[in-house]
């Protein structure tokens, strides 16, 4: 399994951002993707995720209405759409797989909004 994220960058408060996820080695359309994020100092926390088909989403509560996830299932791809930011949106984002009784992760790209 690899995933590799790509979008981040400097931003400024109520700007947007997109970042892209693309994966390889696995089924992609199988397999529910999320977004997780950290921010310096704090733990790893999750941001939003996606059901194989896009039928389902769900959002942690501080991005719920600004952020929007969302698949391609043609290119193996995920994506986070990420408006209004706000400066506590910053942080390491990363892309985020369960497959065959193991967790993946991206390298993570940097998410970073300051004025």
């Known amino acids: 399994v690899q995933l590799v994220e790509s979008g981040g960058g400097l931003v400024q408060p109520g700007g947007s951002l997109r970042l892209s996820c693309v994966a390889s080695g696995f089924t992609f359309s199988n397999y529910p993707m999320s977004w997780y994020r950290q921010a310096p100092g704090k733990e790893r926390e999750f941001v939003a995720t996606v059901s194989r088909t896009n039928g389902i989403t769900n959002y942690h509560d501080s991005v719920e209405g600004r952020f929007t996830i969302s698949r391609d299932n043609t290119k193996n791809t995920v994506g986070l759409q990420m408006n209004s930011l706000k400066l506590e949106d910053t942080a390491v984002y990363y892309c985020?797989?369960?497959?065959?009784?193991?967790?993946?992760w991206g390298q993570g790209t940097q998410v970073t909004v300051s004025s």
């Open positions: 985020y797989t369960y497959v065959a009784g193991k967790s993946s």
